[in-house]
T-cell receptor, first 117, second 117 residues
Framework: DAGVIQSPRHEVTEMGQEVTLRCKPISGHDYLFWYRQTMMRGLELLIYFNNNVPIDDSGMPEDRFSAKMPNASFSTLKIQPSEPRDSAVYFC???????????????FGPGTRLTVT | AQSVTQPDIHITVSEGASLELRCNYSYGATPYLFWYVQSPGQGLQLLLKYFSGDTLVQGIKGFEAEFKRSQSSFNLRKPSVHWSDAAEYFCAVGARPTGGGADGLTFGKGTHLIIQP
């Protein structure tokens, strides 16, 4: 089975531009998580969804960040406008629902390295 | 609020020697506990997890970890390291969702493992 797929793998953009990161979870997984990794703050949870519904978005840094999950196989994380301090690696992870094999475990994608100049 | 402390930022071990990476957590009840490994430019791979039951858990690549409730610790061990074990290791804690499933993870800052020939 394919793992979590993220695109693009690398993104370089200028300050003020809109950035959209994409994630395809593992088929059949009902949870989807977005994390951000920086040297200063480490790995931080931004938001997560269950059955396409946002459950906890308390980690979203500010209104410039938004995330959507229009269907079970696709999610986006958008930054508008982007700023240099948004430079980080953004990870998507998915997890199966309760009662299924692997429940409770998060499977991570390869990440998107975002550089905002 | 939950937190994870990995007190060792860097650890250097000779190939073939034993390894122990420390992890302490703060959480009001018994959480889900995880160890993930990250190679440069890669996503996070699950090494092992503790949900309940036997406090000594076995993982992939010969790793094991022991949950000690009295010490709020979940240290990772390996009896003999290989050069390929050089990577960043992350301990993580997550809540036990009511009814099962998954919750967002809180990660430690990571321990960078260096293997000497």
């Amino acid at each position: 089975d394919a793992g979590v797929i993220q695109s693009p793998r690398h993104e370089v953009t200028e300050m003020g531009q809109e950035v959209t990161l994409r994630c395809k979870p593992i088929s059949g997984h009902d949870y989807l998580f977005w994390y951000r990794q920086t040297m200063m703050r480490g790995l931080e949870l931004l938001i997560y969804f269950n059955n396409n519904v946002p459950i906890d978005d308390s980690g979203m840094p500010e209104d410039r960040f938004s995330a959507k999950m229009p269907n079970a196989s696709f999610s986006t994380l958008k930054i508008q406008p982007s700023e240099p301090r948004d430079s980080a690696v953004y990870f998507c992870a998915s997890s199966p629902n309760a009662g299924t094999s692997g429940s409770g475990v998060q499977y991570f994608g390869p990440g998107t390295r975002l550089t905002v100049t | 609020a939950q937190s994870v402390t990995q007190p060792d930022i860097h650890i250097t071990v000779s190939e073939g020697a034993s390894l122990e990476l420390r992890c302490n957590y703060s959480y009001g009840a018994t959480p889900y506990l995880f160890w993930y490994v990250q190679s440069p430019g890669q996503g996070l791979q699950l090494l092992l997890k503790y949900f309940s039951g036997d406090t000594l858990v076995q993982g992939i690549k010969g790793f094991e970890a022991e949950f000690k409730r009295s010490q709020s610790s979940f240290n990772l061990r390996k009896p003999s390291v290989h050069w390929s074990d050089a990577a960043e290791y992350f301990c993580a804690v997550g809540a036990r969702p009511t009814g099962g499933g998954a919750d967002g993870l809180t990660f430690g800052k990571g321990t960078h493992l260096i293997i000497q020939p």
